[in-house]
């Protein structure tokens, strides 16, 4: 009998995992939450992702269960564990995705490097971090924020004031979470992957360009990026997948500051963005990696095909018409580009597919996927 592997969620990253499950044999079923969503063509089911009765209803045709998101909630993964259903990552895990400050806690006991940071509960005490701190600092909602999304840079402790207010609402004796405004030359990216029995490999570090908050290009390997870099970005990933007991692929997000240091900004327990360049510019891609891992297979080889790899995302898409009307005119003026979309519909501003395009002279490889993907702007 086939693997069955059910992925909750159905964005694009669940729609990704498709080809490389049908390539493997393994049954992929997704429970999406509402019809007609990237994840369509594999999804067997429909419901709430925080009804603990649907989730269940769903794990149980299925040997492993992993995610599209972290938004499942704790007491959602815990039945599903409770119930025997084998879930990777597991809720311990994901605890440190879904919390931005008991990720930072955690990554403290571990000796991570981080920008200072501090919970804050009321205005005072967000102020107090700022006169400590130049005046400036990055406040982030704890929970739920994602693509610049519950994320600011202020200069005074009344910029929060409506989200002191909700937390005052909720009366649930929560805090947002404070970090110094980090001086930083580029962001940079880490993905590993580990599976359940503890292998774990690395894929070469790269650099992240971001624009309005959401991520709109990716180079692989991160230009200019030396020896010791390279390792220390390798040591923190694996250090991070091993001390939050990971399973799956594990995405950290880095700040490479003006002296020289890493800092580690975000993590994602899943396939992420910053990974896309791999499904075509790595041996294994993180999608075939992710359910390799999920089902304790062995890992794939994580070495690049070409010296380097780039990815262009493809924000917003053609307002007068669809992305498969300009297919034709970006595969005749790139053939050598890959072109992945999401079936989403254009809006200003969504991801709606990615351009992938490999090569051995980053000028032309960087040009190559800009120009193909410009293709689906207005």
Same mark, same amino acid.
């Given at each position: 009998?086939?693997?069955?592997?059910?992925?909750?969620?159905?964005?694009?990253?669940? =729609?990704?995992?498709?080809? #490389?499950?049908?390539?493997?044999?393994?049954?992929?079923?997704?429970?999406?939450?509402?019809?007609?969503?990237? /994840?369509?063509?594999?999804?067997?089911?429909?419901?709430?992702? @925080?009804? /603990?009765?649907?989730?269940?209803?769903?794990?149980?045709?299925?040997?492993?269960?992993? !995610?599209?998101?972290?938004?499942?909630?704790?007491?959602?993964?815990? /039945?599903?564990? +409770?119930? %025997?259903?084998?879930?990777?990552?597991?809720?311990?895990?994901?605890?440190?995705?879904?919390?931005?400050?008991? &990720? @930072?806690?955690?990554?403290?006991?571990?000796?991570?490097?981080?920008? $200072?940071?501090?919970?804050?509960?009321?205005?005072?005490?967000?102020?107090?971090?700022?006169?400590?701190?130049?005046? =400036?600092?990055?406040?982030?909602?704890?929970?739920?924020?994602?693509?610049?999304?519950?994320? @600011?840079?202020?200069?005074?402790?009344?910029?929060?004031?409506?989200?002191?207010?909700?937390?005052?609402?909720? *009366?649930?004796?929560?805090?947002?979470?404070?970090?110094?405004?980090?001086? !930083?030359?580029?962001?940079?990216?880490?993905?590993?992957?580990?599976?359940?029995?503890?292998?774990?490999?690395?894929? #070469?570090?790269?650099?992240?360009?971001? @624009? $309005?908050?959401?991520?709109?290009?990716?180079?692989?390997?991160?230009?200019?990026?030396? +020896?010791?870099?390279?390792?220390?970005?390798?040591?923190?990933?694996?250090?991070?997948?091993?001390?939050?007991?990971?399973?799956? &692929?594990?995405?950290?997000?880095?700040?490479?500051?003006? +002296?020289?240091?890493?800092?580690?900004?975000?993590?994602?327990? =899943?396939?992420?963005?910053?990974?896309?360049?791999?499904?075509?510019?790595?041996?294994?891609?993180?999608?075939?990696?992710?359910? =390799?891992?999920?089902?304790?297979?062995?890992?794939?080889?994580?070495?690049?095909?070409?010296?380097?790899?780039?990815?262009?995302?493809?924000?917003? %898409?053609?307002?007068?018409?669809?992305?498969?009307?300009?297919?034709?005119?970006?595969? /005749?003026?790139?053939?050598? *580009?890959?072109?992945?979309?999401?079936?989403?519909?254009?809006?200003?501003?969504?991801?709606?597919?990615?351009?992938?395009?490999?090569?051995?002279?980053?000028?032309?490889? &960087?040009?190559?996927?800009?120009?193909?993907?410009?293709?689906?702007?207005?």
């Amino acid at each position: 009998m086939a693997l069955r592997v059910g992925v909750v969620g159905g964005g694009q990253l669940a =729609r990704m995992m498709i080809a #490389p499950a049908v390539e493997l044999g393994v049954e992929l079923s997704v429970l999406a939450e509402e019809a007609g969503m990237a /994840a369509s063509l594999a999804a067997t089911a429909v419901g709430d992702y @925080r009804d /603990a009765e649907a989730v269940l209803a769903f794990a149980r045709a299925v040997d492993v269960v992993t !995610f599209d998101h972290e938004h499942v909630p704790q007491p959602v993964l815990r /039945a599903l564990v +409770d119930a %025997g259903v084998a879930v990777h990552p597991g809720p311990d895990a994901l605890q440190f995705a879904q919390d931005k400050l008991v &990720m @930072r806690a955690r990554l403290a006991e571990l000796g991570m490097p981080q920008p $200072d940071w501090a919970a804050v509960s009321d205005a005072d005490q967000l102020q107090a971090f700022l006169d400590d701190h130049g005046g =400036r600092a990055v406040v982030k909602t704890p929970r739920g924020g994602y693509d610049g999304k519950g994320v @600011r840079v202020v200069s005074a402790a009344t910029e929060a004031a409506d989200w002191f207010a909700a937390l005052a609402e909720d *009366a649930n004796g929560g805090a947002l979470l404070v970090e110094e405004l980090v001086d !930083f030359t580029r962001e940079l990216a880490q993905q590993v992957a580990r599976r359940p029995s503890g292998e774990v490999l690395a894929y #070469p570090v790269v650099e992240t360009v971001q @624009r $309005d908050g959401v991520c709109a290009e990716v180079v692989a390997p991160a230009p200019h990026a030396g +020896d010791r870099l390279v390792a220390v970005a390798a040591d923190i990933g694996v250090s991070i997948a091993e001390g939050l007991g990971v399973t799956g &692929m594990l995405a950290v997000e880095l700040f490479e500051t003006t +002296d020289d240091r890493l800092l580690v900004n975000e993590l994602a327990m =899943r396939p992420h963005n910053s990974g896309h360049w791999s499904q075509d510019g790595a041996v294994t891609g993180q999608f075939e990696q992710h359910l =390799r891992a999920v089902l304790d297979l062995p890992l794939g080889d994580t070495t690049p095909r070409a010296a380097w790899s780039v990815m262009v995302n493809i924000l917003g %898409g053609p307002s007068a018409d669809t992305l498969d009307a300009r297919f034709a005119a970006v595969m /005749a003026a790139h053939p050598d *580009a890959k072109v992945h979309t999401y079936g989403k519909a254009p809006r200003p501003g969504r991801k709606v597919g990615h351009v992938n395009v490999v090569g051995d002279e980053l000028d032309d490889v &960087m040009y190559q996927a800009r120009a193909a993907a410009s293709h689906f702007a207005d």
